[in-house]
């Protein structure tokens, strides 16, 4: 289908990705070694509604060693290396960047009631890029440290952590969280919490695409009140109430719109505010499943008054599964309201409905074979304004699984 709506030409889209895994057992330590890649090839229109396409190619590739070192001590490190590239093909314009990771994680349980988890992560990356002539290289990183416990005693369960992480282009920061839970009855619990957040730029953010290398870190205060049931054991329901306030919300402002002379780039909305409450029930019951879900919110911007762009007020969504010995067959309806395009415009882009079905079948314990319809009542929507989304779409699935 063509990426653009007011463009002829359909823009195709090719992906060739593998994944695979590797583990085994040495003593009172698993050792895993996983790999993801994919490459591709990403046709689309410019500005000016010139066909132009981009090749990428990303992997992933982490070697993880869990130690049981003793009954109540449990260590996991990870070590990882993602490689992340973009080309265009009609321009010289360019992204290309490595990262390197290490997240070493400890479980300790400090007598029945505590369960203490302390670690460190951190990472160090190189972006390069070239983007309308201007070209940068450079060098990040970030050092965390972190710790939590989870603490039960009858009906009370605590969850307490702090993080502080050292960042190399910002200062350093302490995040941290606390959670009270109450378990009112057998089938009711009641869970307050309050969290803070800090999340710097990406590269991605900084220097692909609209990237903005004077982009200031996202800060955050989040508030949850929920309620838990669970009157038998097929049903499951949970309430929650939620308000989340962020400081310089990275978001993509393009005020002539796509097409207009003027390129668009990442830009910090100073303060942003959602409040909401969702509501979830879950039924399971033999080999049926059912899933739904409410969200109603106010995204906003605090600084303007108006809805965040391209965040809906009202979702609904409904999943429902039947799980045979060696097949299995899932459903979903979901439905997202009617949001702004952008700050700078009038547009609204419509609500719409999708139906998606879903069905796997075991040949063997080795091959899976899976189809999904999506789409299937070709919805015409939009994610953003001007341009295409996939209409009625089928999915052919192989897999290949040996486990031992």
């Known amino acids: 289908f063509p990426a653009r709506t007011d463009a002829n030409g359909d823009s195709p889209y090719k992906n060739d990705s593998i994944n695979f895994k590797l583990g085994s057992t040495f003593g009172n330590t698993d050792l895993d070694f996983q790999f993801l890649g994919s490459r591709g090839r990403t046709d689309y229109y410019n500005f000016f509604l010139a066909p132009v396409a981009q090749d990428y190619s990303n992997t992933v590739s982490s070697l993880i060693a869990k130690i049981n070192a003793s009954e109540t001590w449990v260590s996991k490190i990870k070590v990882s290396f993602f490689e992340d590239e973009i080309k265009q093909r009609q321009s010289t314009d360019f992204l290309k960047t490595k990262r390197y990771e290490l997240d070493w ?53 605590l969850t307490a952590g702090l993080r502080y992480t050292d960042y190399s ?105 959602t409040r909401g409450i969702e509501l979830s029930y879950s039924f399971n019951k033999g080999p049926y499943v059912v899933d739904a879900g409410v969200t109603y919110q106010d995204p906003k911007d605090l600084s303007t008054g108006r809805q965040l762009a391209r965040r809906a007020k009202e979702k609904y969504n409904i999943t429902g599964r039947y ?78 699984i040996n486990r031992r």
């Open 105 to 157: 994680q400890n479980d300790i349980a400090i007598g029945s009631a505590n369960l203490l988890t302390a670690g460190i992560q951190g990472y160090r990356e190189n972006a390069l890029s070239l983007s309308f002539g201007s070209g940068f290289d450079e060098d990040i990183g970030t050092l965390g440290l972190y710790a939590q416990d989870q603490f039960e005693s009858g009906a009370n369960q």
């Open 323 to 400: 799980v045979g010995s060696d097949y299995s067959v899932s459903t979903e309806l979901s439905y997202t309201g009617k949001r702004p395009d952008s700050a700078f415009s009038n547009i609204m882009l419509g609500a719409y409905t999708l139906l998606n079905i879903s069905a796997t079948k075991s040949f063997s314990k080795l091959i899976n074979v899976g189809i999904r319809l999506e789409n299937i009542t070709d919805e015409d929507y939009q994610l953003a304004e001007g341009f295409n989304t996939a209409g009625r779409s089928i999915f052919l699935d192989l897999r290949y």
């Open 169 to 273: 282009s910002f200062a350093g920061k302490t995040t941290g969280e606390l959670s009270y839970g109450y378990q009112t009855s057998r089938s009711t619990k009641l869970i307050a919490s309050f969290a803070t957040g800090f999340r710097a730029p990406s590269s991605t953010d900084r220097f692909g695409f609209g990237g903005n290398p004077d982009l200031k870190p996202e800060t955050s205060k989040s508030l949850e009140l929920s309620v838990r049931f669970n009157p038998a054991t097929v049903h499951r329901g949970r309430i929650s109430m939620y308000q989340n306030e962020i400081d310089n919300l990275i978001n993509y402002v393009d005020p002539d719109g796509f097409g207009g002379p003027v390129p668009g780039r990442n830009e910090n909305i100073d303060k942003t505010r």
